[in-house]
């Protein structure tokens, strides 16, 4: 089956540098790449995600790159804001059946 | 559009009970699938259901079951409960199976407390 693995386990960042989070995946057959975010207490929401005819995708301070050679994919955070601290989960699907990352928490210092 | 619903918010049991949860998917929605997250862990698989059956399972004892009902609605089950099953249970909902290629919404979770 699919196996998505997810890194750093945990990342801290300055008010205003970038993160960026990587995940592998191990089905060549994954061809849809969703990006969950958690803030403490909530509900996981999608913040952005990739198909796999798409290298790259990117929505205001977020970005997401796909290579699907290597398999793997990353989401890239720009001029990171108190807000974006929170969990994030990486997942890939194959129309089958969606698998998620293990999560990164971000925590991003004032 | 009304989200996808969990109830009950929050249980208290006692271990050795059961416990049966609840998830109304979006409406149009096929598929629900369950997720337990415990502090500091991740989203771990419990199973799929789509249309009425269960497609997908993940690696939890037998003790963890569920349903799916001709509405879509879902609900999970678990038997004899032990202090390490204490959690949050998510469910999130999508129009078909393993997502189908679209986004997944979540419910905002039943947290079960096992004293």
């Known amino acids: 089956g699919e196996n998505v693995e997810q890194h750093p386990s945990t990342l801290s960042v300055q008010e205003g540098d970038s993160a960026v989070i990587k995940c592998t995946y191990s089905?060549?057959?994954?061809?849809?790449f969703p990006w969950y975010k958690q803030e403490l207490g909530k509900r996981p929401q999608l913040i952005i995600d990739?198909?796999?005819?798409?290298g790259e995708k990117k929505d205001q301070r977020i970005a997401v790159t796909l290579n699907k050679t290597a398999k793997h994919f990353s989401l890239h955070i720009t001029e990171t804001q108190p807000e974006d601290s929170a969990v994030y989960f990486c997942?890939?699907?194959?129309?089958?059946?969606?698998?998620f990352g293990a999560g990164t928490t971000v925590t991003v210092r004032a | 559009k009304a989200g996808v619903t969990q109830t009950p918010r929050y249980l208290i049991k006692t271990r050795g009970q059961q416990v049966t949860l609840s998830c109304s998917p979006i409406?149009?929605?096929?598929?629900v699938s369950w997720y337990q997250q415990t502090p500091g862990q991740g989203l771990q698989f419990l199973f799929e259901?789509?249309?009425?059956?269960?497609?997908n399972k993940g690696n939890f004892p037998g003790r963890f079951s569920g349903r799916q009902f001709s509405n879509s609605r879902s609900e999970m089950n678990v038997s004899t409960l032990e202090l390490g099953d204490s959690a949050l249970y998510l469910c999130?909902?999508?129009?078909?199976?393993?997502?189908?290629?679209?986004?997944?919404?979540f419910g905002q979770g039943t947290r079960l407390t096992v004293v």
């Open positions: 997942a890939a699907s194959n129309d089958y059946k969606l698998s």
């Open positions: 990739i198909r796999s005819n798409v």
């Open positions: 259901y789509f249309s009425e059956t269960q497609r």
């Open positions: 089905d060549s057959a994954s061809n849809y």
């Open positions: 999130a909902s999508s129009p078909g199976l393993g997502g189908g290629g679209t986004e997944a919404f």
């Open positions: 409406s149009g929605h096929r598929s």
